[in-house]
């Protein structure tokens, strides 16, 4: 399994921008799904965006149109571009890779604040 490395977080204010980046330790063509995911605490983590092998991609309503997810294979790492940040984002985002194995990172924290 790969081992994923979060970087890019931090505090920005709302309507800001933020670069997440996934750093993995290996070869990640034949990962059919990466993803981000983020958790608040007290809260279940959630799905924030995914990226498969194939080029598809995906997101959640709550950040359609504001984050994009994209996979740079050449470079072993996932992005996840936020934009139009608002407070309701904060939390702490997640890398994960799955198929094959499930692998995830230690977390980057993001606080959306004024």
């Known amino acids: 399994q790969v081992q994923l490395v979060e970087s890019g977080g931090g505090l920005v204010q709302p309507g800001g921008s933020l670069r997440l980046s996934c750093a993995a330790s290996?070869?990640?063509?034949?990962?059919?799904?990466m993803s981000w995911y983020r958790q608040i605490p007290g809260q279940e983590r959630e799905l924030v965006a995914t990226?498969?092998?194939?080029?598809?991609?995906s997101s959640a309503d709550s950040v359609k149109d504001r984050f994009t997810i994209f996979r740079d294979n050449a470079k072993r790492t996932v992005y996840l571009e936020m934009n139009n940040l608002k407070p309701e984002d904060t939390a702490v985002y997640y890398c994960?890779?799955?198929?094959?194995?499930?692998?995830w990172g230690q977390g980057t924290q993001i606080t959306v604040s004024s």
């Open positions: 290996g070869d990640i063509s034949g990962i059919f799904v």
């Open positions: 994960r890779a799955t198929l094959p194995g499930d692998s």
């Open positions: 990226a498969t092998s194939d080029g598809g991609r």
